[in-house]
């Protein structure tokens, strides 16, 4: 995984986060779940943790 934080141009911050794999790349239909599974993981599963 790696994430990269940008600026928004305001007062804000933009997180965007890459899957990194080494080859031979994941079939179509497991990249999607590992997608899903990661972005459940990141985008709700950590906000609730700080109560967001």
Same mark, same amino acid.
């Given at each position: 995984?790696?994430?990269?934080?940008?600026? &928004?141009? =305001?007062?804000?911050?933009? !997180? #965007?986060?890459? $899957?990194?794999?080494?080859?031979?790349?994941? &079939?179509? =239909?497991?990249?999607?779940? !590992? #997608?899903?599974? $990661?972005?459940?993981?990141?985008?709700?599963?950590?906000?609730?943790?700080?109560?967001?």
């Amino acid at each position: 995984m790696r994430f990269d934080l940008e600026s &928004d141009g =305001s007062e804000g911050t933009q !997180l #965007r986060w890459t $899957l990194l794999v080494a080859e031979p790349l994941p &079939d179509p =239909s497991l990249l999607g779940h !590992l #997608r899903k599974r $990661l972005n459940e993981l990141i985008n709700a599963d950590l906000r609730y943790t700080f109560g967001q």
